[in-house]
């Protein structure tokens, strides 16, 4: 096969190109030739051994860039080109004489088409090398492609400055492709890498993002029921969380006052008996102590750790129906069936005060944030607030023909909320001003802000609790109570509440 090829090399008709070892010499010192303001002219062209290759006129240097360069670029284009086409005949002549002469190939004959393979890639490079640089310096140097300098002689050759490339090898495949189609080696090897190396990065950062919001559910708990306490054997009028979140109190119609501990909803004291029903019940500030009204006409003030009775107020002629301690410790209010209110020093557990307006029982009181006015809900279809220190009535506000079944002053201090007999609750700001309306399919029994006054837990009639925000939505349906819910009460931490039901349980939910 090598002496085939010999042969066929040495009677090729057509002139015999340089040796394929000394094709890459020939096309270096190409970029040399190409014109740029340093250049300077020399007198002796630059020898070329490809037959079909003419020296290229020496460019006179101007200040300004001419075409001259593309012209140079599409000269050097059809000189490598015609390289490349002298060099393809001859390699198919070879590759035929081999294939004539071997019909079954060889490994020898398969390394030889490789190492053809590789040389005309190298040499496509070169000229793609000699173009870019050509191009480059053109586009450098000549911004503006008016031509100025006439100076210079131009070669008028046939072909157009666009690149159109022959084919290396037409259909051989030893090509490998590579060759097809002239596309400049830096736009397809530059692409790629952009992205590889910037693809991972977006990955790595972003990956940590989500975590936070993991981390961020637990503290969320899911709504629903969380325990039911059972003891009591009577219906249950009002529950209270001390300040602490730890012990919760009630008040039952079996006549007791009892304490559970939130921890493991057990009994924490032993239960304290009026001998009447009971109907509300307190905790003091610090949570030392707990005050319970009764239909006995009575208050009676406990110690919360020992469990002993401390004290009876009286001063009702009728049962004791509301009941609040204020939250700087220094008074306790109280609501009777007499349509009076009256407000005890704490410190003397004396009558300081005794406000009168309403026409019928008061059924529950609530206090300012700063102790200064108390909110009062009636039987006679108002809703009044009051300055505790002068004893004057600040506001009434009219539900009529509806009763007010429960009472409550927002921790922020700027709302009141009331429930009433003909089922809806109702929010005013803390000057009387109207803000929203809630209905409900049956009786509202009381109502209790969250803590952070974003909230309204709703007790009602049809034995559900409801959690709405103060935009008037229904947010959460809390059912389990066999019967009408009395009291709702949230944990001073929030996230938790507790409701007394007719039921004589009490049932304690994760909330909002």
């Not at 019909?103 to 393979?117: G, R, S």
């Not at 005890?344 to 529950?364: A, I, R």
């Not at 023909?401 to 429930?419: F, K, L, M």
Request: aromatic fraction near 6%; proline fraction near 11%; charged fraction near 15%.
């Amino acid at each position: 096969a090598a002496a085939a090829a010999e042969t066929a090399t040495a009677n090729a008709p057509t002139p015999p190109p340089t040796p394929l070892p000394t094709a890459t010499p020939t096309a270096t010192p190409m970029p040399t030739e190409t014109p740029t303001p340093t250049d300077t002219p020399t007198d002796t062209p630059t020898p070329t051994p490809t037959p079909t290759e003419t020296p290229l006129p020496t460019p006179t240097p101007t200040d300004t860039p001419t075409p001259d360069a593309t012209a140079t670029a599409a000269v050097l284009e059809t000189s490598v080109a015609a390289t490349i086409a002298a060099r393809d005949a001859e390699l198919t002549a070879i590759a035929a004489t081999a294939t004539a002469n071997a019909p079954t190939p060889t490994p020898d004959l398969t390394a030889t088409a490789a190492v053809y393979a590789t040389i005309v890639a190298a040499t496509v490079e070169a000229r793609d090398a000699i173009a870019t640089s050509v191009a480059a310096t053109a586009t450098a140097n000549a911004p503006t492609p008016t031509p100025t300098n006439t100076a210079t002689p131009t070669p008028t050759p046939t072909a157009t400055p666009t690149f159109t490339p022959t084919p290396c090898l037409g259909d051989t495949v030893l090509v490998r492709g590579r060759c097809a189609t002239f596309t400049p080696t830096p736009t397809r090897t530059n692409t790629p890498r952009p992205t590889s190396t910037n693809t991972p990065r977006p990955t790595s950062t972003f990956t940590p993002t989500p975590r936070p919001v993991p981390t961020n559910t637990p503290t969320s708990v899911p709504i629903g029921l969380l325990n039911t306490l059972t003891g009591h054997s009577a219906r249950i009028w009002s529950v209270q969380w001390s300040p602490d979140g730890r012990t919760l109190a009630s008040a039952s119609d079996d006549t007791s006052v009892r304490t559970w501990s939130a921890s493991n909803c057990a009994p924490e004291l032993t239960m304290w008996e009026h001998g009447v029903q009971v109907a509300s019940v307190t905790w003091s500030p610090d949570g030392r102590y707990l005050a319970s009204g009764s239909d006995d006409q009575t208050v009676r003030v406990w110690d919360a750790r020992s469990g002993e009775h401390l004290r009876t107020l009286q001063g009702h002629t009728d049962e004791v129906e509301g009941i609040a301690w204020s939250p700087d410790g220094r008074y306790l209010a109280t609501g009777s069936d007499d349509a009076s209110i009256r407000i005890w020093d704490t410190s003397s557990w004396s009558t300081v005060q005794t406000l009168w307006g309403h026409g019928d029982t008061v059924v529950e009181v609530a206090w300012s944030p700063d102790s200064r006015r108390l909110v009062s809900g009636s039987d006679d279809s108002t809703v009044r607030v009051w300055d505790v220190g002068s004893g004057q009535q600040v506001n009434s506000i009219s539900v009529a023909p509806a009763e007010v079944e429960g009472v409550a002053w927002s921790p922020n201090g700027q709302y009141i909320a009331a429930g009433m007999s003909q089922s809806f609750a109702q929010v005013w700001t803390a000057d009387g001003g109207f803000v929203v309306r809630m209905d409900h399919p049956k009786t509202l029994r009381s109502v209790a802000f969250s803590p952070d006054s974003r909230y309204l837990a709703t007790g009602c009639g049809d034995n559900n609790v409801r959690i709405w925000n103060l935009q008037g939505t229904l947010l959460h349906t809390l059912s389990g109570h066999s019967g009408a819910v009395r009291s709702v009460s949230y944990a001073p931490g929030g996230g938790r509440l507790a409701s007394g039901a007719e039921d004589a349980t009490i049932k304690l939910w994760s909330v909002p």
